[in-house]
């Protein structure tokens, strides 16, 4: 499922859409909430699920991003058939290894680390099939570099979190501007795998403080994902069902994502903050982390300007924690407020970017458009 960084982009778009693999309990020690009534679980809605049972399909999804990413895998490196959905629950030896060795990362963690997810298969495999087990001299002496979406941040004690926030309003154009915007509908391109890597029309809709659909036009039909403010959930051709709800990490994510449209709220939406810094293509910025409690922290990246560059969050699956970064360029002014007119967004399952045109802000949104999308269906 990882679109094309190690294999060929071609081949990894074709097959990496839906990787239907059956694999291991939850790490000891991780006590998941309880799905939201109807959503449905991996073992009832995918076939020949021998372990990873008991999670719901959007948590199902991200495992295989995890398995994908930390082997520089597409669907197919594992699965029989990379086209044809039916043949994915079909056992192969890949599939029969993967199952071993999520069994043996589980034991690792619950004999030295009480249950918790120290170990994932990440841990070994860095990106690749084989785990080196010879010391790498060019490693060891290359340049020291932090990542700069490490969950744990590099603190900055010479700076407060309301020097960042009031620097960051005052860039947009103003927290009294900031506050007047209320919602906006867009109007631009996006593009992913699901489109080849071609650009399709596509409508957001956004109203404060948390809500937001996006309706992308595919030649197939329409493909929806919104957010209500409390429940998330996408109509999708690529998604394994027709219609996903998300859970979880996945559905603070929809949320953060939202909120980050109405700026003048994210201060107060987390309790609490750190101040760190980092550096993204050599340039220095300031990073702000807010976390709530019971979820995984959000990284905010903010430039010299004050502007918000980038957005990283985190979703526990029971086979790691995955991330999804999501980055924001080409500020222009739309009401006197400052607004990014791209977005590329990155994660373990692939990456999708949009670029709009037009931005009308403070219009009227009807509720309907925020309302449970129907299922998926092909035109």
């Not at 594992?78 to 993967?98: E, K, L, M, N």
């Not at 039909?221 to 996945?250: C, H, Q």
Request: with cysteine.
């Amino acid at each position: 499922m990882k679109f094309g960084w190690r294999h060929t982009i071609s081949g990894a778009i074709g097959v990496g859409i839906v990787c239907w693999l059956g694999l291991v309990v939850s790490a000891a020690g991780q006590t998941a909430p309880a799905p939201a009534e109807g959503v449905q679980m991996s073992e009832n809605f995918f076939k020949n699920i021998q372990v990873l049972k008991g999670i719901p399909v959007d948590e199902f999804m991200d495992a295989m991003g995890m398995f994908s990413s930390s082997l520089g895998y597409d669907c197919a490196s594992c699965h029989a058939s990379g086209t044809d959905r039916s043949r994915f629950a079909v056992t192969t030896p890949a599939i029969t290894r993967a199952r071993g060795m999520i069994a043996m990362v589980n034991n690792i963690n619950r004999m030295y680390f009480g249950g918790q997810p120290r170990v994932t298969c990440f841990t070994c495999h860095r990106t690749t099939y084989k785990p080196d087990a010879i010391p790498s001299l060019e490693a060891q002496y290359a340049a020291l570099t932090d990542d700069p979406n490490a969950m744990t941040i590099l603190a900055d004690k010479r700076t407060t979190v309301d020097q960042v926030f009031d620097k960051y309003m005052t860039a947009l154009g103003g927290a009294d501007r900031a506050a007047r915007l209320t919602s906006y509908v867009a109007k631009g391109t996006y593009a992913g795998f699901n489109t080849g890597g071609g650009e399709v029309p596509v409508e957001i809709y956004a109203k404060a403080p948390d809500q937001r659909a996006q309706i992308s036009r595919l030649p197939d039909s329409d493909n929806v994902k919104i957010f209500d403010g409390r429940s998330g959930w996408a109509a999708e051709g690529w998604r394994p069902m027709p219609l996903l709800e998300f859970t979880g990490g996945n559905l603070s994510g929809m949320k953060v994502d939202a909120m980050v449209a109405f700026p003048a709220g994210i201060q107060k939406a987390f309790s609490q903050w750190q101040v760190g810094s980092a550096l993204i293509d050599d340039k220095g910025v300031q990073v702000l982390q807010g976390t709530r409690p019971g979820e995984l922290p959000v990284n905010f990246y903010f430039d010299d300007t004050g502007l918000l560059v980038r957005q990283v969050r985190w979703n526990k699956t029971s086979v790691g924690t995955v991330p999804t970064q999501i980055d924001y360029s080409d500020y222009r002014d739309v009401a006197g407020v400052k607004v990014p007119f791209k977005l590329l967004m990155t994660w373990t399952d692939g990456q999708n970017s949009f670029s709009l045109t037009e931005v009308r802000p403070n219009v009227a949104i009807e509720a309907s458009r925020f309302a449970k999308p129907a299922p998926f269906q092909r035109k």
